[in-house]
């Protein structure tokens, strides 16, 4: 069992920089892999990036590459969205997510996830 909180969301001005913090309870966390999702009014949730169980591998949706970095921190049980160049278009609840199995070598936005956090807002204005 994996317990998420997300934090560090706000108001930004585009252009500007966040980041998001997701702490993990659970002996399990450093085995799992990670996922951050965001959701914006009216719209489905849709995959932003993530991070296999050692922080090898990462994988980002292309309307976020090359602005935002994933990143963990085993031994602090949190994992970190390093969002830079933001722009109104990214403003949602962002949400992160633990895998269904452990050790799971890519993390893709197929891959099954099993516990979900609470999201925080993030809100970028023009």
């Known amino acids: 069992q994996v317990q998420l909180v997300e934090s560090g969301g706000g108001l930004v001005q585009a252009g500007g920089s966040l980041r998001l913090s997701c702490a993990a309870s659970?002996?399990?966390?450093?085995?799992?892999?990670m996922g951050w999702f965001r959701q914006a009014p009216g719209k489905e949730r849709e995959f932003v990036a993530s991070?296999?169980?050692?922080?090898?591998?990462?994988y980002y949706a292309d309307s976020v590459q090359g602005r935002f970095t994933v990143s963990r921190d085993n031994a602090k049980n949190t994992v970190y969205l390093q969002m830079n160049s933001l722009k109104p278009e990214d403003t949602a609840v962002y949400y992160c997510?633990?895998?269904?199995?452990?050790?799971?070598?890519?993390?893709?936005?197929?891959?099954?996830?099993?516990?979900w956090g609470q999201g925080t807002q993030v809100t970028v204005s023009a």
């Open positions: 991070i296999n169980w050692s922080g090898g591998n990462t």
């Open positions: 997510a633990a895998t269904r199995l452990p050790y799971t070598a890519v993390v893709v936005p197929t891959t099954p996830f099993a516990y």
């Open positions: 659970g002996r399990t966390f450093s085995s799992v892999g």
